[in-house]
């Protein structure tokens, strides 16, 4: 006697249907912004709203749909909930997505461009130009990303400098060195604030457009 097996279309129908769940889950313009701020590292729902500039009480909506999909998790530290990426494999996905969209959406080219005329002035390097500087010890190489970003990873060879101590960290500089600075990426705006900062001090200041 033949078995019932089940068919073809109801196995394809249920497995398109669990991965809808995360394509709708990325629907969210502010959702995929939270989700990249936590490849960085590890945040609290109040860090995520600071630096999303969203509502605690938005923030913690979107993280609810986030968690739903099981893309992120929490864990609580004190008084405060931590959320993190829930596998390293969405960090690979994110960084895919990223690259599939600047390749198909000429928007994305455009909105680039328009964002880095304000920085016209602001020379770039590539990662293997600082990696063969840091080696000559003719480069110091910045990360200026929050220092709990720096601690869960960062460029080999990289001082951890945040934003807001920069100003501090200018005035023991020797006028004679180069300096090179990286913060999340090419739309990370800190790296480019800190070249201008060196510029204007006479240093020679480069942005890695690469980020970490």
């Known amino acids: 006697m033949v078995e019932n097996l089940p068919s073809a279309r109801k196995f394809k129908d249920e497995l398109y249907q669990q991965y809808a769940r995360i394509g709708k889950c990325l629907s969210s313009d502010k959702r995929l912004e939270i989700l990249s701020l936590l490849s960085q590292g590890p945040k609290s729902v109040e860090k995520l709203a600071q630096l999303s500039e969203m509502s605690v009480a938005n923030v913690s909506r ?59 002035d602001v020379q770039t390097l590539s990662l293997d130009e600082v990696m063969d500087k840091l080696e000559t010890g003719t480069i110091i190489l910045l990360d200026v990303r929050p220092p709990g970003e720096f601690e869960e990873g960062h460029l080999a060879g990289a001082i951890s400098v945040p934003i807001d101590e920069i100003d501090a960290y200018i005035q023991n500089l020797p006028p004679d060195i180069e300096v090179a600075a990286y913060c999340r990426g090419p739309f990370c705006v800190y790296s480019s604030d800190v070249v201008k900062k060196l510029q204007n001090r006479g240093i020679k200041a480069y942005r890695l457009e690469e980020g970490y």
């Open 62 to 120: 979107h993280l609810q749909i986030l968690l739903d999909a099981r893309l992120v998790k929490f864990s609580k530290q004190g008084t405060y909930v931590i959320y993190t990426l829930s596998a390293p494999e969405i960090a690979d996905f994110l960084l895919s997505l990223w690259r599939v969209c600047e390749s198909q959406l000429a928007d994305i080219s455009r909105i680039k461009e328009d964002f880095l005329q304000h920085f016209d």
